[in-house]
């Protein structure tokens, strides 16, 4: 595998990394920055090391579907980590990084909302993706961030959004980078510390809260009202009186 360590195409400032300089590993072009996080994983980094690349060849989206990010526009990277907590709690790590991108977000004058599981919203249309995968003693936590994406193709333009497209602001993919990892790290100890606080900040970001949903599990479609997330994480909707814990729903749609 080789290793870009010197430059970044984001126009890098190593120095401007700070603590992060040494555990940041920067890929020209990869097939998918989630897959070398995987690679390290296994071959026993250190909790916390990034995987950031310009271009991602065969970036994944959940569900199976291609994560496109334009080289240059998107920030897309993966960190990895090494959860202290018992591994049935580690779907609090959808949570985590939900909330991380919307505080780094907000930190610099955005106001995203969180759709569930873990997409974040800017105007209601897609900011940013999050993919996250379990290793054996470890997970990816992957990040797709459309920082300057000027056009998106004529499919997603009704869904997807930018930075740019919502204020014309040009945000360094760099800077923004470091605001994420370290909100990451904040959250990733708030998890295991005190995990009702980190779900009190991720429901009060809830983008569909008392909004009438659809939402699709295992193919079936259901209606109901979105009422937050639950203790776990999971999705939370209220249907004819009776609340609905979702864990694994295929889409979460507003109801037109
Ligand atoms: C989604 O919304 O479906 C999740 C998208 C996750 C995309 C990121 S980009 C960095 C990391 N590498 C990948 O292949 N996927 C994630």
Redesign the pocket.
């Known amino acids: 595998m080789r290793w870009i360590l010197s430059k970044l195409p984001m126009a890098v400032d190593r120095s401007l990394l700070g603590v992060w300089e040494k555990r940041i590993v920067i890929r020209e072009e990869t097939a ?3 897959d070398d996080a995987m690679m390290l994983g296994r071959a026993g980094v250190a909790s916390g090391t990034i995987v950031v690349a310009e271009r ?1 060849t065969s ?4 569900r199976g ?1 291609v ?1 496109m ?1 334009a080289p240059g526009e998107a920030l ?3 960190m990895l980590v090494r959860p202290t907590m018992p591994r049935g709690e580690w779907s609090r790590l959808s949570l985590v990084a939900g909330l991380s991108v919307a505080e780094a977000l907000e930190s610099i004058d955005y106001m995203p909302k969180l759709k569930w599981p873990n ?1 974040v919203l800017l105007g209601g249309k897609k900011v940013c ?3 996250v995968e379990a290793g054996e003693d470890f997970a990816v936590i ?3 961030i459309n920082v300057l994406v000027r056009e998106f193709p004529e499919e997603l333009r009704e869904s997807a959004t930018s930075l740019w497209l919502t204020d014309g602001r040009v945000v360094s993919l760099q800077s923004l980078l470091v605001v994420v990892a370290q909100k990451l790290e904040e959250k990733l100890a708030q998890a295991m510390e005190d995990f009702p606080a980190l779900l009190d900040a991720v429901r009060s970001r809830c983008a569909f809260t008392g909004r009438g949903i659809r939402y699709l599990v295992h193919g079936e479609e259901r209606e109901g009202v979105m009422q937050g997330w639950g203790r776990g994480g999971e999705l939370l909707v209220e249907n004819n009186g009776v609340i609905d814990t979702v864990i694994q729903a295929d889409e979460v749609r507003l109801k037109e």
């Open positions: 998918s920055t989630n991602q970036g994944r989206g959940r579907r994560w990010s897309a990277f993966t997409d993706g999050i993919l992957g990040i797709g």
